[in-house]
Protein backbone atom coordinates (compact mmCIF):
# COMPACT_ATOMS: atom_id res chain seq x y z
CA UNK A 1 0.00 0.00 0.00
CA UNK A 2 2.72 2.53 0.90
CA UNK A 3 4.45 1.47 -2.44
CA UNK A 4 1.26 2.34 -4.54
CA UNK A 5 0.70 5.79 -2.49
CA UNK A 6 4.74 6.83 -2.69
CA UNK A 7 4.22 6.12 -7.00
CA UNK A 8 0.76 7.56 -6.96
CA UNK A 9 2.06 10.96 -5.14
CA UNK A 10 4.92 10.80 -7.86
CA UNK A 11 2.39 10.57 -10.21
CA UNK A 12 -0.09 13.02 -9.51
CA UNK A 13 3.15 15.81 -8.99
CA UNK A 14 3.85 15.02 -12.36
CA UNK A 15 0.39 15.75 -13.82
CA UNK A 16 0.43 18.75 -11.74
CA UNK A 17 2.84 20.03 -13.51
CA UNK A 18 1.42 19.79 -16.48
CA UNK A 19 0.13 23.41 -17.38
CA UNK A 20 3.98 24.99 -16.89
CA UNK A 21 4.56 23.25 -20.06
CA UNK A 22 1.45 22.85 -22.09
CA UNK A 23 -1.48 25.46 -24.04
CA UNK A 24 -5.15 25.48 -23.21
CA UNK A 25 -5.68 22.42 -25.94
CA UNK A 26 -3.07 20.06 -23.50
CA UNK A 27 -4.94 21.75 -20.65
CA UNK A 28 -8.84 20.60 -21.72
CA UNK A 29 -7.34 16.92 -23.04
CA UNK A 30 -5.90 16.64 -19.49
CA UNK A 31 -8.72 17.58 -17.70
CA UNK A 32 -10.93 15.10 -19.61
CA UNK A 33 -8.37 12.26 -18.84
CA UNK A 34 -8.36 13.20 -15.13
CA UNK A 35 -12.50 13.24 -15.09
CA UNK A 36 -12.80 10.21 -16.64
CA UNK A 37 -10.18 8.63 -14.52
CA UNK A 38 -12.29 9.60 -11.90
CA UNK A 39 -14.89 7.79 -13.51
CA UNK A 40 -13.19 4.47 -14.01
CA UNK A 41 -11.98 4.83 -10.69
CA UNK A 42 -15.41 5.11 -9.08
CA UNK A 43 -16.83 2.46 -11.33
CA UNK A 44 -13.81 0.02 -9.56
CA UNK A 45 -15.91 0.36 -6.53
CA UNK A 46 -18.81 -1.29 -7.42
CA UNK A 47 -17.45 -2.99 -10.51
CA UNK A 48 -14.20 -3.94 -10.06
CA UNK A 49 -14.56 -4.86 -6.58
CA UNK A 50 -18.24 -6.11 -5.82
CA UNK A 51 -18.36 -7.56 -8.97
CA UNK A 52 -21.63 -5.95 -9.85
CA UNK A 53 -22.56 -4.81 -13.79
CA UNK A 54 -23.50 -1.45 -12.80
CA UNK A 55 -24.53 0.77 -15.69
CA UNK A 56 -25.44 3.90 -12.79
CA UNK A 57 -22.34 6.25 -13.80
CA UNK A 58 -24.25 8.16 -16.16
CA UNK A 59 -27.29 8.71 -13.92
CA UNK A 60 -25.04 9.92 -10.94
CA UNK A 61 -23.06 12.36 -13.85
CA UNK A 62 -25.55 13.68 -14.94
CA UNK A 63 -27.01 14.42 -11.57
CA UNK A 64 -24.36 16.16 -10.30
CA UNK A 65 -23.83 18.39 -13.31
CA UNK A 66 -27.50 19.05 -13.05
CA UNK A 67 -27.19 19.92 -9.49
CA UNK A 68 -24.11 22.00 -9.03
CA UNK A 69 -26.03 23.32 -11.99
CA UNK A 70 -28.95 24.32 -10.55
CA UNK A 71 -27.10 25.43 -7.11
CA UNK A 72 -25.34 27.73 -9.15
CA UNK A 73 -27.95 29.18 -11.01
CA UNK A 74 -29.90 30.00 -8.12
CA UNK A 75 -26.41 31.80 -6.45
CA UNK A 76 -24.45 29.32 -4.72
CA UNK A 77 -21.10 29.54 -4.94
CA UNK A 78 -18.88 27.25 -7.01
CA UNK A 79 -16.88 25.13 -4.67
CA UNK A 80 -20.33 24.82 -2.31
CA UNK A 81 -22.51 24.18 -5.42
CA UNK A 82 -20.06 21.26 -6.15
CA UNK A 83 -20.52 19.80 -2.46
CA UNK A 84 -24.05 19.85 -2.81
CA UNK A 85 -23.95 17.83 -6.11
CA UNK A 86 -21.72 15.34 -3.87
CA UNK A 87 -24.07 15.11 -1.45
CA UNK A 88 -27.00 14.85 -3.99
CA UNK A 89 -25.28 12.02 -5.28
CA UNK A 90 -24.52 10.35 -2.38
CA UNK A 91 -27.91 10.27 -1.05
CA UNK A 92 -29.18 9.34 -4.16
CA UNK A 93 -26.74 6.28 -4.54
CA UNK A 94 -27.56 5.24 -0.92
CA UNK A 95 -31.76 4.97 -1.89
CA UNK A 96 -30.98 4.03 -5.03
CA UNK A 97 -28.79 0.96 -3.71
CA UNK A 98 -30.99 -0.03 -1.12
CA UNK A 99 -33.57 -0.70 -3.83
CA UNK A 100 -31.29 -2.40 -6.38
CA UNK A 101 -28.49 -4.74 -5.14
CA UNK A 102 -30.97 -7.12 -4.43
CA UNK A 103 -31.00 -7.61 -7.88
CA UNK A 104 -28.27 -9.71 -9.96
CA UNK A 105 -26.12 -10.36 -12.56
CA UNK A 106 -28.15 -9.02 -16.37
CA UNK A 107 -31.24 -7.95 -14.14
CA UNK A 108 -29.35 -5.68 -11.99
CA UNK A 109 -27.07 -4.21 -15.44
CA UNK A 110 -30.62 -3.64 -17.05
CA UNK A 111 -31.92 -1.26 -13.74
CA UNK A 112 -28.91 0.38 -13.48
CA UNK A 113 -28.88 1.52 -16.94
CA UNK A 114 -32.41 3.00 -16.96
CA UNK A 115 -32.01 5.16 -14.15
CA UNK A 116 -29.85 7.44 -16.38
CA UNK A 117 -33.23 7.56 -19.01
CA UNK A 118 -35.60 8.37 -16.34
CA UNK A 119 -33.09 10.73 -14.85
CA UNK A 120 -33.11 12.16 -18.48
CA UNK A 121 -36.59 12.49 -19.15
CA UNK A 122 -37.81 13.83 -15.50
CA UNK A 123 -35.07 16.53 -16.19
CA UNK A 124 -36.20 17.44 -19.89
CA UNK A 125 -40.28 17.28 -18.50
CA UNK A 126 -38.99 19.83 -15.52
CA UNK A 127 -38.33 23.00 -17.61
CA UNK A 128 -38.89 25.94 -14.64
CA UNK A 129 -36.18 24.45 -12.66
CA UNK A 130 -33.56 23.01 -15.16
CA UNK A 131 -34.59 24.65 -18.34
CA UNK A 132 -35.54 21.19 -19.69
CA UNK A 133 -34.88 20.58 -23.50
CA UNK A 134 -33.13 23.86 -23.88
CA UNK A 135 -30.29 23.19 -21.65
CA UNK A 136 -28.88 25.42 -18.57
CA UNK A 137 -26.54 27.71 -19.34
CA UNK A 138 -23.89 28.72 -16.22
CA UNK A 139 -22.58 31.64 -15.35
CA UNK A 140 -19.18 33.00 -16.66
CA UNK A 141 -16.77 34.47 -14.42
CA UNK A 142 -16.32 38.10 -15.47
CA UNK A 143 -12.54 38.49 -15.00
CA UNK A 144 -11.50 35.23 -15.77
CA UNK A 145 -8.81 34.44 -19.13
CA UNK A 146 -9.31 31.11 -20.71
CA UNK A 147 -6.07 29.98 -19.59
CA UNK A 148 -6.67 30.60 -16.01
CA UNK A 149 -10.14 29.04 -16.52
CA UNK A 150 -8.55 25.94 -18.24
CA UNK A 151 -6.01 25.98 -15.14
CA UNK A 152 -8.41 25.86 -12.52
CA UNK A 153 -10.40 23.52 -13.90
CA UNK A 154 -7.45 20.82 -14.58
CA UNK A 155 -6.40 21.53 -10.61
CA UNK A 156 -10.36 21.04 -9.74
CA UNK A 157 -10.35 17.91 -11.69
CA UNK A 158 -7.08 16.94 -10.37
CA UNK A 159 -7.74 17.22 -6.50
CA UNK A 160 -11.24 15.31 -7.04
CA UNK A 161 -9.14 12.29 -8.88
CA UNK A 162 -6.25 12.63 -6.07
CA UNK A 163 -9.21 12.38 -3.50
CA UNK A 164 -10.68 9.32 -5.68
CA UNK A 165 -7.43 7.47 -5.75
CA UNK A 166 -7.15 7.97 -2.06
CA UNK A 167 -10.65 6.29 -1.46
CA UNK A 168 -9.86 3.75 -3.31
CA UNK A 169 -6.71 2.58 -1.79
CA UNK A 170 -7.74 3.26 1.42
CA UNK A 171 -11.17 0.58 0.63
CA UNK A 172 -8.86 -1.77 -0.86
CA UNK A 173 -6.94 -2.27 1.84
CA UNK A 174 -9.33 -1.86 4.65
CA UNK A 175 -11.97 -4.59 5.72
CA UNK A 176 -14.50 -2.76 3.46
CA UNK A 177 -12.25 -3.53 1.00
CA UNK A 178 -11.74 -7.06 1.70
CA UNK A 179 -15.49 -7.90 2.41
CA UNK A 180 -16.59 -6.48 -1.40
CA UNK A 181 -14.21 -9.11 -2.63
CA UNK A 182 -15.51 -11.69 -0.83
CA UNK A 183 -19.13 -10.80 -2.15
CA UNK A 184 -17.61 -10.45 -5.80
CA UNK A 185 -16.79 -14.42 -4.97
CA UNK A 186 -19.11 -15.91 -3.59
CA UNK A 187 -22.15 -13.39 -2.03
CA UNK A 188 -24.21 -16.54 -0.39
CA UNK A 189 -21.14 -17.82 1.20
CA UNK A 190 -19.79 -13.80 2.22
CA UNK A 191 -23.18 -13.22 4.19
CA UNK A 192 -23.49 -16.67 5.50
CA UNK A 193 -19.59 -16.08 6.97
CA UNK A 194 -20.67 -12.92 8.60
CA UNK A 195 -20.40 -10.03 6.05
CA UNK A 196 -22.95 -7.70 5.77
CA UNK A 197 -23.39 -8.11 2.38
CA UNK A 198 -26.20 -5.46 1.79
CA UNK A 199 -24.45 -2.71 4.29
CA UNK A 200 -21.55 -3.31 1.92
CA UNK A 201 -22.48 -2.99 -1.36
CA UNK A 202 -24.78 -0.01 -0.06
CA UNK A 203 -21.34 1.32 0.08
CA UNK A 204 -19.25 0.79 -2.66
CA UNK A 205 -22.59 1.91 -4.80
CA UNK A 206 -22.15 4.81 -2.99
CA UNK A 207 -18.47 5.34 -3.09
CA UNK A 208 -19.12 5.00 -6.61
CA UNK A 209 -21.98 7.50 -7.07
CA UNK A 210 -20.34 10.09 -4.78
CA UNK A 211 -17.37 10.68 -7.06
CA UNK A 212 -18.63 11.00 -10.49
CA UNK A 213 -21.51 13.51 -8.64
CA UNK A 214 -18.83 16.13 -7.95
CA UNK A 215 -17.02 14.74 -11.38
CA UNK A 216 -20.22 15.99 -13.45
CA UNK A 217 -20.40 19.62 -11.06
CA UNK A 218 -17.23 20.32 -11.77
CA UNK A 219 -17.94 19.23 -15.78
CA UNK A 220 -20.88 21.45 -15.72
CA UNK A 221 -19.00 24.62 -14.85
CA UNK A 222 -16.08 23.94 -16.88
CA UNK A 223 -18.00 23.87 -19.93
CA UNK A 224 -20.34 26.23 -19.15
CA UNK A 225 -23.52 25.09 -20.40
CA UNK A 226 -25.46 21.14 -20.27
CA UNK A 227 -28.35 19.84 -21.90
CA UNK A 228 -30.16 16.41 -20.90
CA UNK A 229 -28.87 14.37 -23.49
CA UNK A 230 -25.22 15.27 -22.58
CA UNK A 231 -24.71 14.99 -19.03
CA UNK A 232 -27.05 11.68 -19.17
CA UNK A 233 -24.99 10.04 -22.15
CA UNK A 234 -25.51 6.35 -21.21
CA UNK A 235 -21.87 6.48 -22.84
CA UNK A 236 -20.49 7.78 -20.03
CA UNK A 237 -21.48 4.19 -17.77
CA UNK A 238 -20.02 2.54 -20.89
CA UNK A 239 -16.55 4.21 -20.95
CA UNK A 240 -16.00 4.09 -17.66
CA UNK A 241 -15.98 0.05 -17.67
CA UNK A 242 -13.91 -0.08 -20.82
CA UNK A 243 -11.16 2.11 -19.33
CA UNK A 244 -11.67 -0.47 -16.34
CA UNK A 245 -11.45 -3.18 -18.60
CA UNK A 246 -8.77 -1.94 -20.60
CA UNK A 247 -6.42 -0.75 -17.75
CA UNK A 248 -7.22 -4.32 -15.58
CA UNK A 249 -9.47 -4.09 -13.02
CA UNK A 250 -6.71 -5.64 -10.57
CA UNK A 251 -4.41 -3.20 -10.41
CA UNK A 252 -5.18 0.52 -8.53
CA UNK A 253 -3.58 2.03 -10.93
CA UNK A 254 -5.38 0.22 -13.97
CA UNK A 255 -8.44 2.80 -14.16
CA UNK A 256 -6.35 5.98 -14.73
CA UNK A 257 -4.38 3.97 -17.05
CA UNK A 258 -6.97 2.62 -18.87
CA UNK A 259 -8.70 6.21 -19.05
CA UNK A 260 -5.35 7.56 -20.30
CA UNK A 261 -5.03 4.82 -23.16
CA UNK A 262 -8.75 4.66 -24.08
CA UNK A 263 -8.62 8.71 -24.48
CA UNK A 264 -5.51 8.94 -26.23
CA UNK A 265 -7.11 6.38 -28.85
CA UNK A 266 -10.31 8.11 -28.92
CA UNK A 267 -8.78 11.50 -29.48
CA UNK A 268 -6.47 10.34 -32.63
CA UNK A 269 -10.15 8.50 -34.09
CA UNK A 270 -12.18 11.39 -33.35
CA UNK A 271 -9.03 13.83 -34.78
CA UNK A 272 -8.69 11.40 -37.83
CA UNK A 273 -12.05 9.76 -38.79
CA UNK A 274 -14.68 12.41 -37.58
CA UNK A 275 -17.85 10.81 -39.70
CA UNK A 276 -16.99 7.06 -38.32
CA UNK A 277 -15.70 7.81 -34.88
CA UNK A 278 -17.99 5.97 -32.82
CA UNK A 279 -17.75 3.13 -34.99
CA UNK A 280 -14.26 3.01 -34.76
CA UNK A 281 -14.75 2.99 -30.93
CA UNK A 282 -17.21 0.20 -31.40
CA UNK A 283 -14.42 -1.97 -33.17
CA UNK A 284 -12.66 -0.78 -30.42
CA UNK A 285 -14.43 -1.93 -27.93
CA UNK A 286 -15.27 -5.46 -29.63
CA UNK A 287 -11.88 -6.29 -30.28
CA UNK A 288 -10.79 -5.63 -26.38
CA UNK A 289 -13.38 -7.85 -25.57
CA UNK A 290 -12.16 -10.47 -28.04
CA UNK A 291 -8.68 -10.11 -28.33
CA UNK A 292 -7.47 -9.06 -24.36
CA UNK A 293 -8.44 -11.61 -22.68
CA UNK A 294 -5.60 -10.60 -19.72
CA UNK A 295 -6.81 -7.12 -18.77
CA UNK A 296 -10.54 -8.57 -19.29
CA UNK A 297 -10.28 -11.74 -17.35
CA UNK A 298 -8.71 -10.61 -14.49
CA UNK A 299 -12.01 -8.89 -13.50
CA UNK A 300 -13.86 -12.63 -12.86
CA UNK A 301 -17.17 -11.04 -12.91
CA UNK A 302 -20.08 -13.00 -11.38
CA UNK A 303 -21.13 -15.51 -13.47
CA UNK A 304 -24.86 -15.68 -12.29
CA UNK A 305 -26.86 -14.11 -15.01
CA UNK A 306 -29.72 -16.29 -15.00
CA UNK A 307 -31.58 -15.51 -12.55
CA UNK B 1 -65.38 5.93 -25.94
CA UNK B 2 -62.84 7.35 -25.78
CA UNK B 3 -61.46 5.02 -23.39
CA UNK B 4 -62.04 2.53 -25.80
CA UNK B 5 -60.10 4.04 -28.61
CA UNK B 6 -57.24 4.65 -26.49
CA UNK B 7 -57.29 1.07 -25.72
CA UNK B 8 -57.46 0.06 -28.98
CA UNK B 9 -54.55 2.29 -29.47
CA UNK B 10 -52.61 0.53 -27.12
CA UNK B 11 -53.46 -3.04 -28.18
CA UNK B 12 -52.73 -2.37 -32.01
CA UNK B 13 -48.72 -0.87 -30.66
CA UNK B 14 -48.39 -3.63 -28.11
CA UNK B 15 -49.02 -6.52 -30.91
CA UNK B 16 -45.76 -4.06 -32.56
CA UNK B 17 -44.15 -4.53 -29.39
CA UNK B 18 -44.34 -7.86 -29.00
CA UNK B 19 -42.78 -9.12 -32.05
CA UNK B 20 -40.20 -6.49 -31.13
CA UNK B 21 -39.55 -8.25 -27.69
CA UNK B 22 -39.91 -11.85 -28.71
CA UNK B 23 -36.66 -12.44 -30.74
CA UNK B 24 -35.04 -10.33 -27.52
CA UNK B 25 -36.40 -12.30 -25.02
CA UNK B 26 -35.05 -15.27 -26.98
CA UNK B 27 -31.59 -14.72 -27.37
CA UNK B 28 -31.76 -13.55 -23.87
CA UNK B 29 -33.03 -16.72 -22.45
CA UNK B 30 -31.41 -19.01 -24.54
CA UNK B 31 -27.85 -17.45 -24.94
CA UNK B 32 -27.98 -15.66 -21.89
CA UNK B 33 -27.00 -12.49 -23.95
CA UNK B 34 -28.54 -8.85 -24.07
CA UNK B 35 -28.29 -8.48 -27.30
CA UNK B 36 -27.71 -4.75 -27.96
CA UNK B 37 -27.89 -4.78 -31.53
CA UNK B 38 -31.33 -5.54 -31.98
CA UNK B 39 -32.59 -2.00 -31.49
CA UNK B 40 -30.31 -1.63 -34.72
CA UNK B 41 -31.44 -4.94 -36.81
CA UNK B 42 -35.13 -3.24 -36.34
CA UNK B 43 -33.81 0.16 -37.45
CA UNK B 44 -32.33 -1.73 -40.70
CA UNK B 45 -34.86 -3.85 -41.17
CA UNK B 46 -36.70 -0.02 -41.59
CA UNK B 47 -34.45 1.09 -43.94
CA UNK B 48 -34.82 -2.13 -45.96
CA UNK B 49 -38.37 -1.44 -46.54
CA UNK B 50 -37.99 2.09 -47.51
CA UNK B 51 -35.52 1.72 -50.18
CA UNK B 52 -37.16 -1.47 -51.41
CA UNK B 53 -40.29 0.35 -51.69
CA UNK B 54 -39.60 3.93 -52.74
CA UNK B 55 -36.46 2.44 -55.58
CA UNK B 56 -38.61 -0.92 -56.26
CA UNK B 57 -41.99 -0.13 -55.34
CA UNK B 58 -42.02 -3.36 -52.95
CA UNK B 59 -44.58 -3.46 -50.68
CA UNK B 60 -43.43 -3.20 -46.66
CA UNK B 61 -45.64 -6.18 -46.11
CA UNK B 62 -43.80 -8.10 -49.20
CA UNK B 63 -40.19 -6.88 -47.88
CA UNK B 64 -40.75 -8.91 -44.53
CA UNK B 65 -39.99 -11.88 -46.70
CA UNK B 66 -37.03 -10.34 -48.05
CA UNK B 67 -35.53 -9.07 -44.55
CA UNK B 68 -36.58 -12.38 -43.04
CA UNK B 69 -33.91 -14.48 -44.72
CA UNK B 70 -30.86 -11.73 -44.91
CA UNK B 71 -31.13 -11.12 -41.14
CA UNK B 72 -30.97 -14.95 -40.41
CA UNK B 73 -27.86 -15.22 -42.47
CA UNK B 74 -26.91 -12.09 -40.61
CA UNK B 75 -27.65 -13.12 -37.41
CA UNK B 76 -26.26 -16.48 -37.84
CA UNK B 77 -22.93 -15.61 -38.54
CA UNK B 78 -22.71 -13.17 -36.29
CA UNK B 79 -23.21 -15.63 -33.43
CA UNK B 80 -21.00 -17.87 -34.72
CA UNK B 81 -18.46 -16.13 -36.02
CA UNK B 82 -18.12 -13.65 -32.97
CA UNK B 83 -20.43 -14.35 -29.90
CA UNK B 84 -19.88 -17.93 -29.42
CA UNK B 85 -16.60 -17.04 -28.65
CA UNK B 86 -17.61 -15.38 -25.33
CA UNK B 87 -20.58 -17.28 -25.04
CA UNK B 88 -19.53 -18.36 -20.85
CA UNK B 89 -18.09 -15.01 -20.49
CA UNK B 90 -19.38 -12.65 -17.66
CA UNK B 91 -22.33 -10.92 -18.13
CA UNK B 92 -20.30 -7.51 -18.66
CA UNK B 93 -17.96 -8.71 -21.86
CA UNK B 94 -20.85 -9.97 -23.67
CA UNK B 95 -22.75 -6.78 -23.67
CA UNK B 96 -19.42 -4.79 -24.20
CA UNK B 97 -19.50 -6.87 -27.19
CA UNK B 98 -22.63 -6.46 -28.29
CA UNK B 99 -22.75 -2.63 -27.39
CA UNK B 100 -19.28 -2.17 -29.68
CA UNK B 101 -21.25 -3.89 -32.40
CA UNK B 102 -24.37 -1.78 -32.06
CA UNK B 103 -22.36 1.33 -32.48
CA UNK B 104 -20.48 0.17 -35.43
CA UNK B 105 -23.44 -0.38 -37.19
CA UNK B 106 -25.67 2.34 -36.12
CA UNK B 107 -22.52 4.50 -36.65
CA UNK B 108 -22.69 2.88 -40.42
CA UNK B 109 -26.32 3.36 -40.50
CA UNK B 110 -26.01 7.33 -40.18
CA UNK B 111 -23.15 7.47 -42.72
CA UNK B 112 -24.94 5.29 -45.39
CA UNK B 113 -28.15 7.15 -44.48
CA UNK B 114 -27.45 10.18 -42.81
CA UNK B 115 -29.68 11.35 -39.26
CA UNK B 116 -32.67 12.96 -41.43
CA UNK B 117 -36.03 10.79 -40.46
CA UNK B 118 -37.24 9.11 -43.62
CA UNK B 119 -40.92 8.43 -43.60
CA UNK B 120 -42.66 6.00 -45.66
CA UNK B 121 -45.96 6.86 -47.12
CA UNK B 122 -47.97 4.40 -48.62
CA UNK B 123 -49.41 6.22 -52.14
CA UNK B 124 -52.54 5.21 -52.56
CA UNK B 125 -53.13 5.32 -48.44
CA UNK B 126 -54.67 2.56 -47.01
CA UNK B 127 -57.58 4.48 -45.37
CA UNK B 128 -59.30 3.84 -41.74
CA UNK B 129 -61.65 1.35 -41.13
CA UNK B 130 -64.26 2.50 -38.25
CA UNK B 131 -65.50 -0.68 -35.60
CA UNK B 132 -68.78 1.68 -33.64
CA UNK B 133 -66.60 4.39 -32.12
CA UNK B 134 -63.37 3.41 -32.85
CA UNK B 135 -61.67 4.24 -35.54
CA UNK B 136 -58.01 2.32 -36.82
CA UNK B 137 -55.96 3.02 -39.68
CA UNK B 138 -55.89 -0.13 -41.78
CA UNK B 139 -52.38 0.13 -41.96
CA UNK B 140 -51.53 -0.02 -38.57
CA UNK B 141 -54.44 -2.55 -38.13
CA UNK B 142 -52.41 -4.70 -40.75
CA UNK B 143 -49.08 -4.29 -39.19
CA UNK B 144 -50.16 -5.63 -35.72
CA UNK B 145 -51.84 -8.73 -36.87
CA UNK B 146 -49.00 -9.52 -39.40
CA UNK B 147 -46.79 -8.58 -36.14
CA UNK B 148 -48.74 -11.23 -33.98
CA UNK B 149 -48.70 -13.64 -36.74
CA UNK B 150 -44.96 -13.35 -36.88
CA UNK B 151 -44.95 -13.95 -33.16
CA UNK B 152 -47.32 -16.78 -33.53
CA UNK B 153 -45.28 -18.17 -35.73
CA UNK B 154 -42.17 -18.19 -33.51
CA UNK B 155 -43.63 -19.62 -30.90
CA UNK B 156 -45.02 -22.37 -32.92
CA UNK B 157 -41.44 -23.05 -34.28
CA UNK B 158 -40.58 -23.18 -30.62
CA UNK B 159 -42.99 -25.56 -30.05
CA UNK B 160 -43.17 -27.66 -32.43
CA UNK B 161 -40.49 -27.73 -34.84
CA UNK B 162 -37.33 -30.06 -34.17
CA UNK B 163 -35.21 -27.10 -34.28
CA UNK B 164 -37.29 -25.53 -31.81
CA UNK B 165 -37.16 -28.53 -29.79
CA UNK B 166 -33.15 -27.94 -29.72
CA UNK B 167 -33.37 -24.58 -29.05
CA UNK B 168 -35.82 -25.43 -25.72
CA UNK B 169 -33.46 -28.20 -24.44
CA UNK B 170 -30.59 -25.91 -24.96
CA UNK B 171 -31.99 -23.40 -22.74
CA UNK B 172 -33.31 -25.86 -20.26
CA UNK B 173 -29.17 -27.74 -19.86
CA UNK B 174 -27.03 -27.09 -21.70
CA UNK B 175 -24.99 -30.11 -21.22
CA UNK B 176 -27.46 -32.70 -21.09
CA UNK B 177 -28.76 -31.18 -24.57
CA UNK B 178 -25.10 -32.04 -26.19
CA UNK B 179 -25.10 -35.14 -24.84
CA UNK B 180 -28.15 -35.97 -26.12
CA UNK B 181 -26.36 -35.07 -29.67
CA UNK B 182 -27.52 -31.66 -29.84
CA UNK B 183 -24.88 -29.32 -31.32
CA UNK B 184 -24.83 -26.30 -29.02
CA UNK B 185 -23.07 -23.77 -30.85
CA UNK B 186 -25.16 -24.46 -34.31
CA UNK B 187 -28.32 -24.16 -32.18
CA UNK B 188 -26.89 -21.05 -30.38
CA UNK B 189 -26.03 -19.39 -33.97
CA UNK B 190 -29.71 -20.61 -34.83
CA UNK B 191 -31.24 -18.84 -31.63
CA UNK B 192 -29.06 -15.50 -32.53
CA UNK B 193 -30.19 -15.73 -35.93
CA UNK B 194 -34.17 -16.18 -35.08
CA UNK B 195 -33.76 -13.36 -33.02
CA UNK B 196 -32.47 -11.32 -36.07
CA UNK B 197 -34.74 -12.48 -37.73
CA UNK B 198 -37.69 -11.08 -35.59
CA UNK B 199 -35.96 -7.74 -35.25
CA UNK B 200 -35.40 -7.58 -39.28
CA UNK B 201 -38.86 -8.44 -40.41
CA UNK B 202 -40.37 -5.91 -37.49
CA UNK B 203 -38.38 -3.31 -38.87
CA UNK B 204 -40.95 -3.17 -42.14
CA UNK B 205 -43.70 -3.07 -39.97
CA UNK B 206 -42.76 -0.23 -37.72
CA UNK B 207 -41.44 1.40 -40.92
CA UNK B 208 -45.36 2.12 -41.81
CA UNK B 209 -46.12 3.59 -38.86
CA UNK B 210 -43.32 5.60 -37.54
CA UNK B 211 -40.62 7.21 -39.48
CA UNK B 212 -37.07 5.83 -39.74
CA UNK B 213 -34.23 7.06 -38.07
CA UNK B 214 -30.95 5.69 -37.06
CA UNK B 215 -31.28 7.20 -34.03
CA UNK B 216 -34.53 5.04 -33.12
CA UNK B 217 -32.69 2.24 -32.00
CA UNK B 218 -32.13 2.62 -28.46
CA UNK B 219 -35.99 3.95 -27.91
CA UNK B 220 -37.16 -0.07 -29.61
CA UNK B 221 -34.25 -1.66 -26.94
CA UNK B 222 -35.33 0.06 -24.75
CA UNK B 223 -38.81 -1.26 -25.29
CA UNK B 224 -37.90 -4.53 -26.01
CA UNK B 225 -36.16 -4.25 -21.77
CA UNK B 226 -39.73 -3.15 -20.13
CA UNK B 227 -41.40 -5.96 -22.43
CA UNK B 228 -39.07 -8.90 -21.18
CA UNK B 229 -39.19 -7.76 -17.99
CA UNK B 230 -42.86 -7.11 -17.62
CA UNK B 231 -43.85 -10.47 -19.48
CA UNK B 232 -41.12 -12.55 -18.34
CA UNK B 233 -37.97 -13.16 -19.58
CA UNK B 234 -37.53 -15.97 -22.38
CA UNK B 235 -40.98 -17.09 -23.36
CA UNK B 236 -42.88 -15.79 -26.68
CA UNK B 237 -46.41 -15.94 -24.99
CA UNK B 238 -44.74 -13.53 -21.77
CA UNK B 239 -43.04 -11.35 -24.80
CA UNK B 240 -46.82 -11.24 -26.28
CA UNK B 241 -48.21 -10.12 -23.36
CA UNK B 242 -45.47 -7.82 -22.11
CA UNK B 243 -46.00 -5.85 -25.48
CA UNK B 244 -49.74 -5.41 -25.07
CA UNK B 245 -49.62 -4.87 -21.45
CA UNK B 246 -46.75 -2.03 -22.36
CA UNK B 247 -48.60 -1.04 -25.20
CA UNK B 248 -51.88 0.17 -23.72
CA UNK B 249 -49.45 1.10 -20.64
CA UNK B 250 -48.31 4.02 -22.64
CA UNK B 251 -51.22 4.59 -24.40
CA UNK B 252 -53.52 5.26 -20.97
CA UNK B 253 -49.96 6.85 -19.49
CA UNK B 254 -50.11 9.54 -22.22
CA UNK B 255 -54.05 10.62 -21.98
CA UNK B 256 -52.88 10.47 -17.77
CA UNK B 257 -49.85 12.35 -17.59
CA UNK B 258 -48.67 13.50 -20.85
CA UNK B 259 -46.93 11.66 -24.11
CA UNK B 260 -43.48 13.28 -22.53
CA UNK B 261 -43.52 11.39 -19.38
CA UNK B 262 -44.09 7.87 -21.27
CA UNK B 263 -40.42 6.62 -20.75
CA UNK B 264 -40.24 7.90 -17.29
CA UNK B 265 -43.52 5.13 -16.91
CA UNK B 266 -42.57 3.05 -18.72
CA UNK B 267 -39.03 2.50 -16.98
CA UNK B 268 -40.11 3.39 -13.74
CA UNK B 269 -42.76 0.35 -14.11
CA UNK B 270 -39.80 -1.53 -15.21
CA UNK B 271 -37.81 -1.21 -11.99
CA UNK B 272 -40.89 -1.73 -9.90
CA UNK B 273 -41.51 -4.98 -11.78
CA UNK B 274 -37.97 -6.06 -11.31
CA UNK B 275 -38.22 -5.36 -8.01
CA UNK B 276 -41.62 -6.89 -7.01
CA UNK B 277 -42.17 -9.47 -9.48
CA UNK B 278 -39.40 -10.46 -11.44
CA UNK B 279 -40.76 -13.58 -12.78
CA UNK B 280 -42.97 -11.17 -15.00
CA UNK B 281 -46.81 -10.95 -15.08
CA UNK B 282 -47.25 -14.68 -16.03
CA UNK B 283 -45.10 -15.73 -13.04
CA UNK B 284 -43.17 -18.18 -14.61
CA UNK B 285 -39.36 -18.84 -16.41
CA UNK B 286 -38.64 -20.70 -18.99
CA UNK B 287 -39.34 -21.26 -23.02
CA UNK B 288 -42.01 -23.73 -23.52
Not at chain 1, 49 to 61: E, L, R, V
Not at chain 1, 78 to 107: E, I, V
Not at chain 2, 15 to 20: D, P
Not at chain 2, 136 to 153: C, I, K, N, S, Y
Request: net charge positive; aromatic share 10%.
Amino acid sequence: MRKSALFAGVLFALIALLPLGADAYWLRLGTTVLMYGVLAMAWNFIGGMAGYPSFASAAFFGLGAYTGAVAQKLGVPMLLAWASAGTMALLFAALLGLALLRLRGHYFAIASLVVAEVLRELVNASTDLTGGGMGLNLPVPKDATITSQAEFFFYSMLALAVVTFAAMLAVKHSRLGFGLRCIQQNESAADMLGVNTTMYKVAAFVLSGVFVGVAGAIYASWVHYIEPPDVFDVLYSIKAIVMVLLGGAGSVFGPLVGAALFLSLEELVWRNYLQVHTGVLGLMIVLLVLFMPKGVFSLRMRRKGRA
Amino acid sequence: MLTLQILANGLVLGGLYACIAAGFSLVWGVLNVINILHGSFIVLGGYLAFFAYVKLGIHPFVSILIAAPIFFVLGYALQRALINRMIAAPVLLTLSLTFGLDLMLSNGMLYAFTADFKKLTLDPPLGVVSLGSIVLPVDRLFAMLLALALTGLLYLVLSRSRIGRAIVAVRMDREAAALMGVNVKHIYAMTFGLGALMAGASGPLLAMIFPISPLSGPVYLGKAFVICVLGGLGSVPGAMIGGLALGVVESFGALWFGPEHSVTLSFTLLILMLLFRPTGLLGRTGYA
